[in-house]
């Protein structure tokens, strides 16, 4: 292992790539800094206000956002290394001779790229620990869900960059293969906005950035996990299949397509399994704790049919909050769009049926045509011949907080000037002695 | 009747592309001897200790060690160590952590003093590979090999960056691994140096076999006139050109 390691971690790439990495997350940082605290100084003023000033999506995710991307344009050339300069230097065939299985080599390689790859956490992490050290709030569990997603992202690009790297003969073709992964699941979400990438619109529960976003709400989703740790392992049996010796081709393409279909059946399974854990300071991304008990007993299915368009505010406002409460207490609710079957916008017609919410629950009906959450719900127990339990719940009362002065200038100097300078300084130490001859 | 722990190859045949790089070479390697695979360029020395090594898949023929054929990875794994010709050490590793690598995936005991000493490997083990010398790199290679204690090692041109003197040494613990029970197998490019340290000679052009066996039964092939190893060869090569 000491061997891998050495090859990941004494190459200046890998520092120099960190570096870079922690300028774009030390970038995004700052800039979610500033805006935050411009925000906080309004809400300062009002205790409404100051409820808004929710740290996870003002510090956390758009610090994580860098992380995001430093993985997929930079992960994989950091991934890919520990196993095509294997192969670019000849030893690779060798090394699993005397490792006695290719397995082996391979768990070797994954571990260093990990590891590797796992220092383009550490500036999100070192600047989220600064920015609490300065004064700024940030709740340490879901601060974590929020990075075990990233953590998840990385595990699937280190697997793809490391199936790139057993496939194809050097770094440059395996870190081209990494980054074609990373692009494909961006081009997939950029799908809804460019006509041209419309054709991959059906193809959005493969997108990498649609599993992780409840890990950026602070919830714990088990089918995203399972999906994201799938698709890691995917990649893991595909750089097996890849890089193994084998006396006929058809075996080692057979193995592929048996790692590709497996892989590929198990996250179709996990796309759909809605259990989440809301770990959410506060567990303000649920409903309120007497509400979800009381939802949670209700016997039988809950249903509801929304009559509103894909476009409409109203249904996006709906699915952005209340719709994911309801999924969160009661993780089998089913909620029917029955105007996303029509090509043209039901809105236009302007029929009287537009803007209806069926419910059904325990063979109750009712009808209504608010989004608001708390009319919902009541609607959910009254189909359901029940009244609704305590609507309290503990509130979230929001970090507003300025940094400026001495403290915004501790911030900017670590983002900018110390951690890249300290990616570069170790680098450099550990590989200098490479050109003394 | 072949003596134990001997590698037989049988009709050994790789195919890339359309074209036959080896075609039906048939040979053994006894424990404690040194067989030296001669040939031009590009006659397919490297493809076929490839194929022998299980690293490139073959399109005919046996490979097979005490009389067991050997299919799996992991079968080649635990009969063969190989050093590639041109394989580069990771620069970034030390000396040390190569060396106890190597240590650490010792199938068999070995004699690792004498290993080291007679490579001098110790006054090397603080550098990183990316400084060595060629000579230091490929004794360190030498070492990471050799120390596997596999039942074979396959040497894909293991002496060409040595100067004599230190050739001596290691064409001198080379023959002291051999006589350990264990088969070596090595192409040589430089006919002096194979004749001095091998016991059999695979002589290898286009692909195909074209003598194999001791110095003295080549000499019979190649007729009366030639001595050493570089006439025999010369002489063999001569007459297969005419013979086509």
């Known amino acids: 292992m000491r061997r891998e390691l050495a090859i990941a971690l004494r190459a200046p790439v890998t520092w120099l790539v960190a570096a870079v990495a922690a300028l774009l997350v030390g970038h995004g940082f700052v800039l979610a800094c500033d805006l935050f605290s411009a925000s906080s100084r309004s809400a300062l003023a009002s205790t409404l206000q100051s409820r808004e000033m929710d740290p996870l999506p003002g510090i956390v995710r758009p610090t994580l956002g860098g992380v995001g991307l430093a993985a997929a344009l930079l992960g994989p050339l950091v991934a890919a290394r520990p196993l095509s300069m294997e192969k670019e230097r000849g030893t690779y065939g060798a090394l699993c001779l005397a490792e006695g299985s290719v397995l082996r080599v391979m768990a070797n390689k994954a571990t260093a790229a990990v590891l590797a790859a796992g220092l383009l956490l550490i500036p999100s992490m070192v600047l989220l620990f600064a920015y609490r050290a300065v004064g700024g709030h940030l709740d340490l569990l879901e601060t974590s869900v929020a990075l075990g997603g990233e953590v998840l992202r990385l595990l699937v690009v280190v697997a793809a960059a490391l199936a790139g790297a057993a496939w194809t003969r050097t770094l440059a073709q395996a870190a081209t293969v990494g980054i074609a992964a990373s692009l494909t699941s961006w081009a997939i979400d950029a799908a809804e906005g460019f006509a041209a990438l419309a054709w991959l619109g059906g193809a959005s529960t493969w997108s990498i950035e649609r599993q992780l976003v409840p890990f950026g709400r602070g919830l714990m989703p088990v089918g995203p996990s399972l999906w994201l740790l799938t698709a890691a392992g995917t990649g893991f049996g595909l750089a097996w299949a890849g890089g193994s010796f084998v006396q006929r081709a058809e075996k080692k393409i057979r193995a592929s397509l048996g790692v590709l279909v497996a892989g590929a059946l198990v996250m179709t399974s996990a796309g759909p399994v809605r259990r989440a854990y809301d770990w959410t300071e506060g567990g303000r991304a649920s409903l309120p704790p007497a509400v979800v008990e009381g939802l949670r007993s209700i016997p039988g299915r809950i249903e509801l049919d929304v009559y509103l368009d894909r476009e409409d505010s109203r249904r996006r406002q709906a699915e952005a909050d209340t719709f994911q409460k309801l999924v969160l207490a009661r993780p089998d609710v089913t909620i029917h769009m029955p105007l996303d079957r029509q090509e043209r916008p039901a809105e236009a017609e302007r029929g009287e049926g537009y803007g209806r919410i069926v419910v059904r629950a325990s063979g109750g009906v009712r009808e209504t045509r608010s989004t608001s959450r708390r009319e919902l719900t009541t609607l959910i127990f009254e189909a359901a011949g029940r009244s609704l339990p305590d609507w309290s719940q503990p509130s979230y009362r929001g970090f507003p907080v300025v940094i400026e002065g001495a403290r915004r200038g501790f911030l900017v100097a670590l983002a900018y000037g110390a951690i890249p300078l300290a990616f570069l300084l170790i680098g450099l130490r550990l590989s200098q002695r490479r050109t003394v001859r | ?244």
């Open chain 2, 1 to 244: 009747m072949t003596s134990p722990g001997t590698l037989a190859v049988r009709s050994l045949g790789v195919q890339i592309g359309a074209r036959w790089i080896v075609h039906d070479v048939s040979f053994d390697a006894r424990p404690g001897d040194i067989t030296a695979v001669i040939g031009p360029n590009g006659a397919g020395k490297t493809t076929l200790f490839e194929g022998v090594v299980g690293l490139r898949a073959v399109q005919a023929g046996s490979i097979s060690i005490d009389g067991r054929p050997l299919r799996a990875f992991a079968d080649f794994a635990r009969t063969f160590a190989f050093l590639p010709d041109a394989g580069i050490l990771p620069p970034e590793a030390s000396v040390h952590t190569l060396v106890e690598h190597a240590i650490s995936r010792s199938a068999r005991p070995v004699a690792l003093k004498r290993l080291r000493e007679a490579l001098a490997i110790d006054p090397l083990l603080s550098k990183l590979a990316g400084v060595l010398s060629r000579g230091e790199h490929q004794r360190v290679a030498l070492f990471s090999t050799l120390a596997l204690g596999r039942p074979v090692i396959v040497l894909d041109e293991p002496f060409s960056t040595f100067d004599p003197l230190q050739l001596r040494g290691v064409l001198s613990i080379v023959r002291e691994i051999a006589a350990e029970s264990t088969a070596v197998l090595a192409s040589i490019h430089q006919l002096s140096d194979a004749q001095k340290v091998a016991d059999r000679f695979l002589i290898l052009v286009d692909g195909k076999k074209l003598a194999f066996g001791d110095l003295s039964s080549l000499r019979s092939a190649a007729g009366e006139g030639p001595v050493s190893l570089e006439d025999v060869f010369v002489s063999l090569l001569e007459g297969a050109s005419r013979a086509s």
